[in-house]
Each structure stands twice: as C-alpha cells, then as structure tokens.
C-alpha cells in the first residue's frame, strides 16, 4: 500500500517554506524554503522607484507564486515521492495581509494602468500607514456604543483591514473603486490553486471583525464612517466565510502545471500562520498559551468562557480550533527588532571577529550576551521598534533603550532588547489572567525558539515560568500541513477532524526551560522598571515619541 503524503505551504513575512509530512504518522519528509525576489517594499516601489511614506510596508503577489512553485518542486523532488500520493494541501500566511484584486483573482498591480500605483500592491501585515483610520474607526465606534469592539481589546489596530481599506478609499479612490474585492493573501492563494474565491473564518474574524453570530459591523456603521463604505462588505468583501478545517477545492489543472501538483488533490481553506501551529503543538484544551516567535510574536490561548479582555487583538469563535474561543494577542517586533540592531549597530570588529570563529553573528552575540547577569548592564529597552500591538494598540509608538554609558557593550544593548520582548510578553500574560483567562501551560514554536537558547532561558526567568518548546523547527508548516491532511479526510489517508490529527501528529521537545530563582529576582525588579517606562511613554503621560514622528514626517516632507 503506497504511503500518502500532504504538503503545508507556510508564508512568512520574506518567504515561503513547503513541508512534505507523512500523513499517517507526521514525520516530516523534505522541506524547502524560497525567499521573495523583492522582500519587504518600505523605501521605493520597484519599478519607478516612488518613495514610500514612512510606515508603509508592500510586497508584490508575483514573489508569492514564484516562490511558492519553487518550494513545493525542490520539496518534492527531495522527497522523491509521486505526486498522486499527496492526498491534501494546506496554507498559512501573514496576517493581516491583503491585496486589491479582480473578480478573476488579478491583482490590480499585475495591471498596466496601476503597476505604479503603491495602492494597488500587496499591503503586509506590518503596513502601518492607516493608524490615521484605525483611530476613527475605534473613537466611531466607542460613540456609537458598537457591541463588537470590546471583543476586539476595545481598540482595532491599523494592522487590521478596515484601516487598510478605508486608507485605500481616501488616498487612493480610483483603486478603490477599480477593485472587485479586498482579500487576504491567504484566501488569494487558494484561488490560485483551486479558481475558487474563499473567505477564512480565521482572517475574517480576527483581522475584520467578523463574528460567527452576528457577521460583519452593520452597513450603518460603515456609512457612519464614510458613507462611500456603507455597502463595502458586500461590494468588496464576501458574506460567504469559510471555517477553518474544512476544503476549500480541489487543484485545478492549471495550477498542477504551474505548482508541479497533481489535479484533484484536495485544499483545506486557508489559514493565519501563528493559528496553524497551535493543533501543531497539540494544544487541544484551554488553559495553555502558545506564542509563535519569529519577525513578530503571537499569542495564543483557547477558551471555552468568554471574557472581554482590554489590549488583545481579539477572539473568535471557532477561530483556531472548533467549538472553543481563540484569543489572540501580539508583539510587532522581535525578530525584527534583533534583525534591525545586527544590520544597524554592531561594530565591524564583532563580525570580524565571528568569521574568523565561523560563527554568524548572532551567534557570537549571544556567546557574548551568556556572560552576563541579569540586571549587570543597567539597561531596559521598551520593545516598540515597530509600534506596540498589544496591550496598548498604537503603531505610533517607538523604541527605547534606557541606562547607557560611554561603557556600554554591544552584547549588553543586544542583550537589552531580548529582555525588552520578555517583558512585552509578561505584560500580555499579566494582563489575560487579569482579564480571568488562567495560563497554566506555556509553549513555544518557531525558528527563534527552538534555535536560542539564550531567548528561551530569558523568557523562562522574566515569566518564572517552565517553557516546552515544539520539536519541529517549522511548526507553522507543519500546521499548514496538518489542515491539508484533513481536507483530504480519513478515506484518502487524512483525518476527518483537526482535534483527530492533533491527537497522532504533533511532538514536543524533551527540552523544558526552567526559570532560576536568583535570575526571576531580578528580573522581577527590571520588569517594575519596564512597566513604569510603559505605562508612562504608552499611556498618555509623555507622548514624546508621536511628536518626535510627527517632526520626522514633516522633516521629510
């Protein structure tokens, strides 16, 4: 009897990784990973080289299907398995990602008379260009008494699609109205594969407002807002949502051209990254929060309660697994803000010294950074390099670092901000057990936390709590494909129920990070100190850091 495969498709901020898994038993056969031609689009559009405004961040949809054809080809051929024996497929993406398109799935920038317009291109979830509109949206709908905001932290953040939108609407009205629908990448690519337009219950509900009870806000509120918007649900997005776990289509014979699949292989309806790999872990109960640390961190948990909790990004209904509440919430920069400091302010004499030693950088970092003891360097940094998505909602705040010296190291300032993200993180825990949402269970996934220790011991020590970590480095891919084996159902080789496959795929690392008391000492003291920074630069108390971008926007004007 021939093995039978399914492939996860999971697309990051900068690539696209294709993991082939056993579907029996979840081994993982072959993987392979392809970056996008043009990554993040932040400083000029490609072509005419138009300068963005600050906070903008595009991508083009063209480097998703490339990169996607090659991954899941070089996967395949190192699997060295039939194509016929790949009974289903699953995807996440980035979210909130979106893209204007037609009613045949083109993007409005694959079109000659928008190809220049930066409106018409792929907006990332770390666009953060629309906080203008978020913060109408959210002081309109407090007036209005809307009942869905407090399920959403009492604040939607600009990262979500109704800011992006109605951005779209005021600057840019002729793509606007050219569009015949705003959809999430996600839900774009399974049209590509399938030709079948879905809307994921799982984008929609957190990223739209989307309640499984009640839908979308009402056609009144969006008039209220502009009234060009009233009719906006239906005449751009699509009434119809698709829940997560069920197929969304089958592979057209286009697509097995394009992607190197074989036609009628089955399609689960498209999926958030960060959600997948909660099943992936074998989270199935409440009371467990998973966060998933990468270019960002999101955090996950399951409840059966309902709990309107200030700061989150929200819960849905059904949202990650079936019959239970997904709460979601999140920090916009952490791989990013590390990124950002090894490109931006390690001095050339550390990289020389880590090529000689035949270390990456980061690497020699935290060779570097394990010398020290909590609190040795008098620092703390607030980790707002990219906005604050959680618990303050404002993309227009920025980082900190407090307590340098004429002797301050490299390793310390590095060190400073992988502290900053533990607390970030304290801050969202603090705040769902505040809230009555009890975490007895922390778990990990993602590059960074099965690749670094030194993070990982960190978070231990801020949280004074044990961290299991997920044996799979590509968790979310193996989510991906974990949905793909259930839309293949148990009659093809899959499974009939994600909470079925969670039981026989996922496996935790025997690795458990214990927190060390003299470390949660004094982390307990810096964590007082981060929270008296937060609140005093977040809350309202010195708004420093908005008048400091305002004079930076006005400077480049």
Request: proline share 4%.
């Amino acid at each position: 009897m021939n093995k039978k495969y399914a492939i996860g498709l999971d697309f990051g901020s900068l690539s696209v990784r294709a993991l082939i898994i056993d579907a029996a038993t979840g081994k993982e056969i072959a993987s392979a990973v392809e970056k996008y031609l043009h990554g993040f689009i932040e400083e000029t559009l490609p072509e005419t080289g138009e300068k963005l405004p600050i906070a903008w961040t595009l991508q083009d949809p063209q480097d998703y299907l490339y990169s996607m054809s090659q991954t899941i080809k070089n996967a395949i051929k190192k699997a060295g398995i039939d194509v016929r024996n790949i009974v289903g497929l699953g995807i996440d993406f980035t979210a909130c990602t979106v893209l204007p398109i037609k009613k045949d799935g083109t993007p409005l920038c694959f079109l000659p008379e928008f190809k220049n317009n930066k409106h018409a291109f792929v907006k990332l979830w770390k666009h953060h260009a629309a906080q203008d509109q978020a913060n109408r949206i959210n002081e309109l709908a407090k007036q209005r008494g809307e009942k869905w905001l407090p399920r959403y932290g009492k604040k939607i953040s600009s990262e979500w699609l109704f800011a992006k939108i109605l951005q779209i609407l005021e600057e840019a009205p002729e793509v606007y109205d050219a569009m015949d629908r705003f959809i999430e990448a996600t839900d774009w690519i399974i049209m590509q594969l399938t030709g079948v337009a879905t809307c994921n219950n799982c984008a929609a509900g957190y990223c739209a407002m989307w309640q499984k009870q009640e839908g979308y806000p009402s056609n009144e509120f969006f008039k209220a807002l502009d009234p060009r918007l009233e009719n906006v649900v239906d005449e751009k997005l699509s009434r119809n949502v698709d829940f997560i776990g069920s197929k969304a289509g089958e592979i057209t014979e286009e697509a097995a051209k394009l992607f190197g699949l074989n036609p009628g292989t089955a399609v689960a309806v498209g999926n958030v990254d960060a959600h997948v790999a909660v099943p992936a872990v074998g989270i199935n109960e409440p009371g467990s929060m998973l966060m998933i640390i990468g270019t960002s961190t999101c955090h996950l948990i399951l409840s059966k309660e309902e709990k309107l909790i200030p700061g989150i990004c929200g819960y849905v209904e059904d949202g990650i697994l079936p019959g239970m509440l997904g709460y979601q919430a999140g920090q916009s920069c952490v791989g990013d803000h590390f990124d950002w400091f090894v490109n931006n302010c390690v001095p050339t004499k550390y990289k020389e010294d880590a090529q000689k030693k035949g270390m990456i950088i980061y690497e020699y970092l935290r060779g570097k950074a394990k010398l020290q003891k909590p609190g040795e360097s008098g620092l703390v940094a607030l980790d707002w390099w990219n906005g604050n998505r959680t618990v303050l909602v404002d993309t227009n705040l920025t980082g900190m670092m407090l307590g340098m010296t004429l002797l301050t190291k490299p390793e310390e300032m590095y060190r400073a901000l992988i502290e900053a993200t533990a607390y970030g993180t304290r801050i969202i825990i603090e705040t769902f057990e505040k809230g009555g949402l009890p975490i007895n269970n922390l778990y990990a996934c993602g590059s960074i936390a099965v690749k670094d220790d030194l993070i990982m011991q960190i978070y231990a020590d801020v949280m004074n709590r044990e961290i299991r970590i997920s044996s799979s480095t590509q968790t979310m891919a193996l989510g991906a494909a974990m949905y793909g084996a259930v839309a293949a159902g148990s009659s093809k080789g899959g499974y009939d129920s994600i909470i079925d496959a969670s039981k026989v795929i996922p496996k935790i690392n025997k690795r458990v990070y214990r927190p060390i008391k003299e470390n949660v000492e004094t982390y307990n003291k810096l964590f007082a100190e981060y929270t008296v920074l937060h609140d005093y630069f977040g809350r309202g108390s010195n708004d420093v850091m908005k008048r400091l971008k305002n004079i930076k926007m006005q400077a480049r004007d």
